[in-house]
């Protein structure tokens, strides 16, 4: 069984200070774990993934995600927030068949 | 060429009327997918094809049928639908199944049923 938590349904920043979307994760055997973010009446857009390798994986848009095994975690991370940042961020987990997170709303305030 | 185009963007239909949502890729990937979403959810796995064959069906009601007539294109059929199926359809795709690569998701066909 695979699944992984979203703490938190809103987080709100200030434009130019860190943003954080917490995520959790369960799974049995290695866990490959994703990031994507939908912006509003938009498909979802691939973010970056942890799949082995280095614990801190950056992506696009000046995102990363620091995989944490001993907190089965994946907070993925943005040194300075735009307001075009504001959009809903999914966590995921699995190969082919992802398993989603609630999702949080992100909204960065100018 | 890295996008996944779906048809229509927007759909009306009522209750009786037969439709189809289209997706096209060519990306040369061989795994195609489709997701329901609902405002502010998650997207709910629907269908999955890999190599132009349905390796997934998650216990879609037989008034959505899926069809993969070559490796660039999926089709989601409508027929009988009800209001609760209103949402966003998404399509995406991935290189092969269980490749652990990205999705690659298309903007969406919101269909409403009325």
């Known amino acids: 069984a695979q699944s992984v938590a979203q703490p938190e349904d809103q987080v709100n920043v200030a434009e130019g200070n860190p943003l954080t979307v917490k995520c959790t994760y369960s799974?049995?055997?290695?866990?490959?774990l994703f990031w994507y973010v939908q912006y509003p009446n938009r498909g979802l857009q691939f973010l970056l993934k942890?799949?082995?390798?280095?614990?801190l994986v950056k992506g696009s848009y000046g995102f990363e995600a620091e995989f944490n095994k001993s907190q089965t975690s994946f907070h993925l991370k943005k040194p300075s927030a735009l307001v075009s940042d504001s959009a809903l961020y999914f966590c995921a987990v699995g190969d082919y068949k992802l398993s989603f997170g609630a999702g949080t709303t992100v909204t960065v305030r100018a | 060429d890295t996008e996944v185009t779906q048809t229509p963007k927007h759909l009306v239909m009522g209750m009786t009327n037969k439709k189809s949502l289209k997706c096209e890729q060519h990306m040369g990937h061989r795994a195609m997918y489709w997701y329901k979403q609902k405002a502010k959810k998650p997207p709910e796995l629907m269908f999955v094809?890999?190599?132009?064959?349905?390796?997934i069906n998650e216990s879609v009601p037989s008034r959505f049928s899926p069809e993969c007539p070559n490796s660039s294109l999926l089709n989601l059929h409508l027929h009988a639908l009800q209001p609760e199926d209103s949402a966003l359809y998404l399509c995406a795709s991935s290189q092969v199944r269980g490749s652990t690569g990205e999705l690659f998701f298309g903007e969406g066909s919101r269909l409403t049923v009325l």
């Open positions: 942890y799949i082995t390798g280095d614990n």
């Open positions: 094809y890999s190599y132009e064959k349905l390796s």
């Open positions: 799974v049995s055997g290695n866990p490959y």
